[in-house]
C-alpha cells in the first residue's frame, strides 16, 4: 500500500535534506533502521506517562543521525501526548552560565515548545489555555468558584522550587484572559518563557519577586513538567542538541565543568527517581562523551554514571543504560533510505522515478569510492549528495545519470561542533589554561 505524500510534506523533507538538516515533519517516509534505540525511547515514554523520569545520552559521529532520532522522539512523545521542547546548545545557549546563556537556553526552549496540534512550536499559550478551559469546565459542572478552582489545582506546584511565583503567573494569565489584557497575558508569556532579565520589571509587571534566572532552568524544567501533567498531558520531553558545544566549543575550563555539574544534577535526579513526569534527551557527538580530556569523560563523577557496560561488547546491545550509541548504518538500510528519498522527490508516484534501482546502486558505490567506507557511519552526506543528484536531472531532462555520477567527487562535510570559540566567562589567564600555548620568545 503506497503513503501518499502531501506536497507541504515532500517540499519540507527535500529542503531540509537539500541542506543537510533534519525535516520536522514527515519524518515516517524516510525512517529507516534503528528499531532497537526507537523501542527503548518509547519504554521511556511509557515509564514517562505512569509517573517516572529518565535521561538519555544519544551519542554518534557528526552526521550519524543524532538530530533526526531526536525529532522522531519528538514525534513519538507527540503521537503520546506529551509536551516537547527542543533546542541546541551553542556558545550563547547553554545549560550553566552568568551572563543570561543558560536562561537563553531555556527561553529557546519554550518557544520550541510543541503539545497537541501545534507541532511546530508556539504551543506555550495554547498549553495554557488548555489547562484554563479544563479547570473552568470542571468549576461549572460543580456550579463551583473559578477562582478557587483554579488556586487549588495550582497548589501542588507550590512545593517546586519558585512553584508560588509560577501559580501567580498563571494566575495573571487567566485575569488578563478573562479582561480581555493582551498586555498582562503577553507580561505572563514573558515571564514564562524566561524573557525578563530583572526582577524589578516582573514584578512592576505581574506582582512576583522571582524571575527565570541562569542559575535555576532546570528547576523551572521541573515545574513546567509538573504543570504539563495537571493540564492532561502525559509528561514534559526535553531535547537537547549539539552537545558537543560544552566540551569542544567552550575554551574555558571552569565553564566546561560548571556546565557538566548541571548534567551530573540532572542524572543523579532521573536516575534517583526524584522527578515525576519528565524526559531529558541529550545528543552529541563521540568525542562530546568520550574525549578524557575535555569531555564527560574527564569528568569523574559523570564517567562513572555513564560508562557502557562492559558485558555489551561483540556486537551484544544494551540500552537499559542512559546511553544509546547509535551505529552505523548497513548497506541495505542505506538502500532503503536512498529509495524512500527517491520515492518522496516523485511524490508517492512511481512513474516519476527519476532514477532506476541500478542508480541507486551505483550512487551508493560512487559513495563508497568518494567518500570513503566511513560514509555508512555518517549518512547524512550521502543523503544530501543523493538529493542533489536528483535535483540536477530533474531540472535538466534528458542529462544521462551515469555520466553525471561519474564526473562528481562529493566531499565530506565539516564537523562545526569540532570548530573551537573562545569563551569570555571567567576567561581564564593566557599561561593557565589547559587549551592554549604559553607565549615564549628565545
Known amino acids: 500500500m503506497t503513503i501518499a505524500i502531501r506536497p507541504r510534506e515532500r517540499e519540507a523533507i527535500l529542503q531540509s535534506l537539500r541542506a543537510g538538516v533534519v525535516p520536522r515533519i514527515g519524518l515516517q517516509h524516510i525512517q529507516v533502521g534503528r ?62 552560565a552568568s551572563g543570561g546563556q543558560a536562561r537563553s537556553l531555556y527561553s529557546e526552549l519554550m518557544k520550541n515548545m510543541s503539545a497537541g496540534a501545534k507541532r511546530d512550536g508556539g504551543a506555550l499559550p495554547g498549553l495554557v489555555e488548555k489547562w484554563v478551559s479544563d479547570v473552568e469546565f470542571n468549576t461549572r459542572q460543580t456550579n463551583g468558584d ?69 542559575q535555576d532552568i532546570y528547576d523551572y524544567l521541573k515545574l513546567m513538567a509538573a504543570f504539563v501533567r495537571l493540564a492532561g498531558y502525559s509528561g514534559l520531553l526535553v531535547n537537547i542538541d549539539e552537545m558537543g558545544v560544552l566540551s569542544h566549543r567552550l575554551n574555558n575550563t571552569p565553564a566546561r565543568n560548571a556546565n557538566y555539574e548541571v548534567i551530573l ?18 545528543a552529541g557527538i ?38 544509546i550509541r547509535l551505529q552505523n548504518l548497513t548497506p541495505e538500510d ?16 512511481t512513474s516519476r522515478y527519476l532514477v532506476p534501482d541500478e542508480a541507486i546502486n551505483a550512487y551508493i558505490q560512487h559513495c563508497a569510492r568518494t567518500l570513503g567506507a566511513e560514509f555508512y557511519q555518517t549518512p547524512g552526506d550521502a543523503v544530501k549528495g543523493f538529493v542533489g543528484f536528483l535535483s ?44 592554549e600555548l604559553a607565549t615564549f620568545q628565545l
Open 392 to 435: 540536477v536531472l530533474e531540472q535538466n531532462p534528458g542529462t544521462n545519470w551515469q555520466k553525471l555520477l561519474g564526473g562528481i567527487n562529493l566531499q565530506p562535510s565539516i564537523n562545526p561542533e569540532s570548530l573551537p570559540v573562545s569563551d569570555n566567562e571567567n576567561q581564564e589567564p593566557p599561561n593557565g589554561g589547559e587549551d
Open 334 to 349: 542505506l538502500y532503503v533510505l536512498l529509495l524512500n528519498i527517491r520515492h518522496v522527490y516523485a511524490a508517492g508516484d
Open 286 to 323: 563521540d568525542d562530546f562523551m568520550d574525549d578524557r580530556r575535555r569531555g564527560i569523560a574527564s569528568y569523574e563523577a559523570l564517567r562513572r554514571r555513564l560508562a557502557d557496560n562492559a558485558f555489551a561488547v561483540g556486537g551484544l546491545k544494551d540500552h537499559s543504560g542512559p546511553v
Open 35 to 96: 528499531k532497537d534505540e526507537i523501542y527503548a525511547i518509547l519504554n521511556d515514554l511509557d515509564s514517562i506517562a505512569k509517573g517516572g523520569t529518565t535521561v538519555r545520552f544519544i551519542i554518534g559521529r557528526y552526521g550519524s543521525g543524532k538530530s533526526f532520532f531526536l525529532n522522531l522522539a519528538r514525534v513519538l512523545g507527540l503521537e503520546k501526548k506529551f509536551v516537547v521542547v527542543q533546542a541546541d546548545i551553542s556558545p550563547e545557549r547553554r545549560l550553566h
Open 146 to 214: 473559578l477562582d478557587q478552582a483554579i488556586y487549588t489545582s495550582l497548589k501542588p506546584l507550590q512545593d517546586y522550587v519558585s512553584g508560588y511565583d509560577f501559580a501567580t503567573v498563571i494566575t495573571k494569565y487567566v485575569e488578563g484572559f478573562e479582561k480581555g489584557d493582551d498586555a498582562l497575558m503577553t507580561a505572563a508569556l514573558r515571564w514564562m518563557r524566561a524573557e525578563y532579565a530583572t526582577k524589578m520589571e516582573a514584578r512592576q509587571d505581574l506582582g512576583v519577586r522571582s524571575i527565570i534566572g541562569d
Open 265 to 282: 544534577h540532572i542524572v543523579n535526579d532521573c536516575l534517583q527517581g526524584s522527578v515525576m513526569g519528565l524526559g531529558i534527551i541529550f
